[in-house]
């Protein structure tokens, strides 16, 4: 019998994550024999919930499928009431939702950037330990992240779970000096953003790349976060009511998440990279300038990149966010006029981890008969176990320790939000 | 450095939506002191480091959905000198807890292609129906104010100051007009338990309930008045089933009114 090496690696409980997950990993004679990304975190039946409830009820409750991106929830199910309904959002409220929208894009992005994936790359267990020996870099982070909070706060009510949006537009007019009060700190942001761009890109990223099937919304006028159509970097451009006939789920054993797949039953990537690649030429003259600058390719293949990546789109939004703030002017009504009827509606922004699908089918009263929304995490799950495939083969040779961590950072590379998908991470690396 | 030992801290979490523990992580300006005041012990949304048990404190968040919950709460139960439920799923049960009053079955086949590789409970509950619970901090999420009062509390052995009378109060303290009376806007407040900065009502809305039953409120005296302003039974009924649907107060009206509507 031939000699057998046989290792088994588990990370039971993934940290720095949102929510639970873990990572299986049986690796035979050098050769990887499973690996499975699982998701535990408990499943939580919103599509099921949402049955029998008004339309105008779906912001408040799916907001609560993610407490980090709240927004993206918030968007995409008033956006698809919209739709149903035959309403639209435009001019002021429409640059309100994008500015608020930024704000949480800044929030999501620092807190993974700073708090929860430079630890890896430093060296460190936490960003707590980081600011012992770099407090400035800390701090600096967390100023910002507070910035991405208080335009949540001063648009949205409450940075997280955001009271004050609704569909059809908002509850109460933000004040033109409220919102231009944004102003300062947005300008140091932009300045401070610029250095960070720098300070992530010169991170040591390992090796390893991937050719990946980028999936993003696209705007003909702006990067696209809130609306758009999709297109792919295998050339699909498509309406998002069609999103269905082109992406579906499966359902596997070893996960409460669904993993998306592409009509070619192949992963697909969504998230900062994606948009990064399909929509560069859209990110402002500075986040391009900067981007290059750093090195960045035009085409980034490698996922750990990404957080350089974040970074970049946190400088874009800093901008973007001033550009509306300096802007705005009050709207005439905080609210279109909306008369409840029979209707079917799509709704998909780019919520800071990837696109965000919502589908409904509302009744004569306006009660909601039908619901499907996939997250982002949950159509990367599958890419995500590619990416860790790849990862292991490439880093065979490390210790158990130490591929247990360059696993975990892999999948961070992902931030990604286990409540979410939880329709997500332990890892276990099982070595014979 | 200081010999001294520190309270050792753990943040657990079930079945939630991650915002009330990223409410730690959104004391932009007081984390890195809390950070400096305990030992972190577990806390898997900021740290992969992790200390044994016993804890001083455990700070929980999420409700109870799977059996796997409940033996997974006793053991944080055993290792935790003070046991602090944050967030309106550890004290209520959350939104998830709306599957409570429906066919659990039929939820899973509503969105799961497999159901057999689903394990849940029927319901989902908060932890005190499962162990002893110290303090309970309520909100959908949890004010991060307030979550900083409790941690304080805890670490100077003292009571938390937080308030459990009605969010009319918080209205009336901060000079916020009333929606009801000068809008005919719906609004929880009566019965709901002030915290989080009577936010709606400074929006122009009425509150929807996300700190749950404020004591000895009176839902039935409200309902009246919400079907007076205009609410169908079906509305006033869903009004109470939201984030702390599992409340009892909230629970026990929005069946009463469920029932009415036959």
């Known amino acids: 019998m031939a000699k057998t090496t046989s290792r088994i690696i588990k990370v039971d409980e993934l940290a720095r994550v949102e929510g639970e997950g873990a990572l299986k990993l049986r690796i035979s004679q050098g050769e990887i024999k499973d690996l499975q990304f699982r998701i535990h975190e408990p499943p939580r039946f919103f599509e099921a919930l949402l049955r029998g409830r008004i339309y105008a009820d779906a912001p408040d409750i799916t907001s609560r499928i993610c407490g980090i991106c709240p927004v993206a929830y918030i968007m995409g199910s008033s956006q698809a009431m919209e739709d149903a309904l035959g309403v639209r959002v435009t001019g002021p409220l429409r640059d309100l939702r994008r500015l608020v929208y930024c704000a949480e894009w800044i929030e999501s992005h620092v807190l993974h950037v700073f708090l929860l994936h430079a630890p890896d790359f430093l060296g460190y267990q936490d960003a707590i330990l980081i600011s012992k020996d770099h407090p400035e870099l800390v701090a600096t982070a967390l100023r910002l992240k507070k910035l991405g909070n208080r335009i949540l706060e001063v648009i949205g009510g409450r940075a997280i779970h955001p009271v004050n949006l609704k569909v059809g537009g908002v509850h109460k007019i933000p004040s033109k000096a409220e919102v231009q009060s944004l102003a300062e700190e947005l300008k140091w942001a932009i300045e401070t953003s610029e250095g960070l761009v720098k300070a992530v890109s010169a991170f040591d990223f390992p090796d390893y790349s991937y050719d990946y099937n980028c999936v993003a919304m696209r705007h003909s006028d702006e990067y696209a976060i809130c609306e758009g159509r999709l297109v792919s970097s295998k050339g699909l451009d498509i309406d998002i009511a069609s999103f269905e006939e082109h992406f579906s789920e499966e359902h596997v054993s070893h996960s409460n998440a669904l993993h998306g797949v592409a009509d070619t039953g192949k992963p697909y990537l969504v998230g900062p990279i994606a948009r990064y690649n399909l929509n560069f030429e859209q990110l402002s003259p500075l986040a391009q300038a900067t981007a290059k600058d750093c090195g960045l390719p035009r085409m980034i293949d490698n996922p750990f990149m990404s957080i350089a990546v974040r970074m970049v789109e946190v400088l874009y939004t800093c901008q973007e966010a001033l550009r509306l703030v300096e802007n705005y002017e009050e709207p005439d009504a905080a609210c279109v006029e909306i008369t409840p009827r029979a209707g079917e509606g799509f709704g998909c922004t780019e919520a800071p981890r990837g696109i965000c699908y919502h589908h409904y089918k509302l009744d004569d009263q306006g009660r909601i008969t039908f619901a499907k929304i996939m997250p982002p995490t949950s159509q990367n799950q599958k890419q995500i176990e590619r990416d860790l495939w790849g990862v292991v083969e490439r880093y065979m040779d490390l210790s158990d320790d130490d591929l247990k961590w360059r696993c975990e950072q892999a999948i961070r590379n992902y931030d990604p939000c286990i409540s979410c998908a939880t329709h997500f991470l332990k890892l276990t690396v099982d070595r014979d | ?262």
């Open chain 2, 1 to 262: 450095m200081a010999t001294a030992k520190k309270p050792r801290l753990a943040v657990w979490k079930f079945s939630s939506c991650d915002g009330c523990q990223l409410s730690l992580l959104d004391l932009e300006d007081e984390l890195l002191t809390v950070a400096d005041a305990v030992e972190i012990g577990f806390f898997l949304e900021a740290t992969r480091a992790e200390v044994k048990g016993p804890y001083d404190i455990s700070l929980v968040e999420g409700s109870v959905s799977t059996p796997h919950d409940i033996k997974r709460i006793q053991k944080v139960r055993r290792q935790s000198k003070v046991l602090i439920t944050i967030g309106a799923c550890a004290t209520s049960g959350g939104i998830q807890a709306l599957r409570n009053i429906n066919d659990t079955d039929d939820f899973i086949k509503c969105v799961y292609a497999h159901p057999e590789y689903i394990s849940t409970l029927e319901t989902s509950t908060p932890i005190c129906e499962h162990v002893k619970v110290d303090f309970e901090l309520r909100g959908c999420p949890v004010d991060k104010y307030q979550l900083l009062e409790v941690l304080n509390a805890a670490l100077n052995g003292r009571k938390p100051n937080i308030p459990t009378h009605s969010q009319c109060i918080e209205c009336k303290l901060s000079g916020t007009v009333c929606v009801m009376v000068s809008k005919q806007i719906p609004c929880l407040g009566p019965v709901t338990q002030a915290g989080c900065g009577n936010i709606c009502p400074s929006c122009n809305r009425g509150c929807y309930g996300c700190f749950g039953p404020a004591e000895a409120a009176n839902p039935a005296a409200l309902s009246h008045h919400l079907l007076e302003a205009g609410m169908s039974l079906e509305q006033a009924s869903h009004f109470y089933r939201s984030f702390n649907a599992n409340a009892d107060a909230f629970r026990d009206e929005s069946a009463r009114l469920e029932e009415l509507n036959g």
